[in-house]
């Protein structure tokens, strides 16, 4: 079964996000290997990240102008939320490690990698905000008229 075909915009999402996870660790390696060298690397994984976070938003408004289905709508925010929370943790576990342990190019890990975990947090924070509106638009109006 093609998932792509079945929910494109979390397809999309959650492509981009594997390629920035490559490519953090990636520059992660070349860090620990040439701490020089990072600097010029770290920018592919910023521009994968907010990429996807520009494929969250524009996924998101599409969502709002047409009448989605209720599974699709409900599948695409469930998977952003675990991801960009999953993400969230992993970023700030680099973050984290690298100040404590790394102490030449730790500083410069910590004040890359801590905002983009915060940017990851607070797209999560979008996703779960529009899975409760999606549920509370949706909900049939009970009336107790005879």
Known sequence: MNH????????????LLTFAGLSLLVSLYVCLQQPDIYAYILPVFAVLL?????????????FGKKEAQ???RAAFYKGCMIMYFAFSLYLLSISFIFFTIYSYGGYMVVWSCAPLSLLCFFMSLK????????????TPIQ???V
């Open 127 to 138: 996703a779960e905000k529009g899975l409760t509106h999606m549920s509370t638009d949706n």
């Open 70 to 72: 209720m599974n699709e």
């Open 50 to 62: 907010l990429s996807s976070v520009h494929s969250f938003n524009r996924h998101h408004k599409e």
């Open 143 to 145: 009336t107790d008229a």
């Open 4 to 15: 792509s075909k079945q929910n494109p915009g979390l397809y999309d999402v959650a492509s």
